[in-house]
Each structure stands twice: as structure tokens, then as C-alpha cells.
């Protein structure tokens, strides 16, 4: 089984300020398989970017993804008041489905 | 495009619990669908997927042998039957929809979760 470990587990950042957020994986898997999420406070997670670097529909240009093998990063360019939030990297693996990582609350400095 | 979950409450360890999801907006019978809880403070777990046509079912190891996953297409709705719950199942469950494109790309849309309290 695969498991995605992310960093920082806080990052304290001002608005405006570039954001890199890290994913990693025990084990190579496709960027295909990479999938990004945020969630904010008593709210449904929000599918960001999928296949490592593909943004949702509606989704700022300001969240970017990138990444292969083990190796996963979500950049958020410039950080606006509503990006404050948590965000979850998540792996498909076959028939166990999805794993998550632990997540990566980004708060306000 | 919505996706209402019910069906939560508070149930003794051992208990049983019928959890729906109702979706509309959009053609419910052309999209795999699963279910994802949160417990407390805690993250995103991945708990069962039903493809299309009921055909592929798969389960978390945690919840197998426990949780059965259903839908009925003709009602636009998804289930999921809990047996013999636990308190680490306590959870907010979320009902969430596969991307059409491909299996692997992940979940597009969620609903606004409903919660199980195991005590």
C-alpha cells in the first residue's frame, strides 16, 4: 500500500505570499494517480487539480501542481484571505481505491 | 449539482446505521460513486466506491465485512448499510462523485457530509 506523507503539517504564511505545499509517496506512482484537495472549516473537501497538474473546473490559476514518482508539490502563487485552509494530497491504487495523505493546514502568519 | 446525504445519528457500539445520498443535477446512473469519512479532527479516509452499474464494488480493509455499499440508479441514490460499528467510526461521511474521465483522477463533487456518532 501506498502512503503519502505531506509537509509541512502547518505553514504559517501571510496573504500574498507563495505558498509550496509537498506530497510524497512511499513508492512511485503515476502523476496520472495524484489528485489535490482543499477543505476549509465545517465544509466538504473541494477538488483542486487532478493528474498531478490538471486544474478543476473553476479553479484559480493561482493553484498550480506539479510533480512525478514520489515527488508532489501544489503551489498556490499568491495567497488571497479565502486560501487559508487544509489541503490533502490523495493517491488511487487500484482496487484499495484512494489513500490520503494526512493533510497540510495552511494558516494565516 | 448537489449531492444530500441523511441517514446519520448516534448509535450504540455493535449498532447498525442506513446511510443515503441523494444526487441531483446531473445523470447520477453515468458516475461511479463512494463514500469518504473524517473522523474528529482527523483526515480525509476513504471508505467504499461503487462503479456505474453496481458491477465493481470495492471497501476500505477497515470497514470490509462490515459496511455494505448500494445504489439505485432509477432513484438517483447511494447507500451505504453500516453493521457492527465501532467507536472508530465515529465520522462525518461524505458521499462524493468519481471523475467521469477516469477512475484514477479521483472525486468532483462531495456533499456537505452526514455525521455518525458511535457511542
Known amino acids: 500500500e501506498v502512503v503519502l506523507t505531506q509537509s509541512p503539517g502547518t505553514l504559517p504564511l501571510s496573504p500574498g505570499e507563495r505558498a509550496t505545499l509537498s506530497c510524497r509517496a512511499s513508492?512511485?506512482?503515476?502523476?496520472?494517480?495524484l489528485t489535490w484537495y482543499q477543505q476549509k472549516p465545517g465544509q466538504a473537501p473541494r477538488l483542486l487539480i487532478y493528474?498531478?497538474?490538471t486544474r478543476a473546473t473553476g479553479i484559480p490559476d493561482r493553484f498550480s501542481g506539479s510533480g512525478s514518482g514520489t515527488d508532489f508539490t501544489l503551489t498556490i502563487s499568491k495567497l488571497e484571505p479565502e486560501d487559508f485552509a487544509v489541503y490533502y494530497c490523495?493517491?488511487?491504487?487500484?482496487?484499495?481505491?484512494?489513500?490520503f495523505g494526512q493533510g497540510t493546514k495552511l494558516e494565516i502568519k | 449539482v448537489q449531492l444530500v446525504e441523511s441517514g446519520g445519528g448516534l448509535v450504540q457500539p455493535g449498532g447498525s446505521l442506513r446511510l443515503s445520498c441523494t444526487a441531483s443535477?446531473?445523470?447520477?446512473?453515468?458516475?461511479?460513486m463512494n463514500w469518504v469519512r473524517q473522523a474528529p479532527g482527523k483526515g480525509l479516509e476513504w471508505v467504499s466506491y461503487?462503479?456505474?452499474?453496481?458491477?465493481?464494488?470495492h471497501y476500505a480493509d477497515s470497514v470490509k465485512g462490515r459496511f455494505t455499499i448500494s445504489r439505485d440508479n432509477a432513484k438517483n441514490s447511494l447507500y451505504l448499510q453500516m453493521h457492527g460499528l465501532r467507536d472508530d467510526d465515529t465520522a462525518v461521511y461524505y458521499c462524493a462523485r468519481g471523475i467521469a474521465v477516469a477512475i484514477y483522477y479521483g472525486m468532483d463533487v462531495w456533499g456537505q457530509g452526514t455525521t455518525v456518532t458511535v457511542s
Open positions: 443535477g446531473f445523470t447520477f446512473s453515468s458516475y461511479n
Open positions: 461503487i462503479s456505474t452499474s453496481s458491477r465493481t464494488i
Open positions: 513508492q512511485s506512482i503515476s502523476s496520472a494517480y
Open positions: 490523495q493517491q488511487y491504487g487500484g482496487s484499495l481505491m484512494y489513500t
Open positions: 493528474a498531478a497538474s
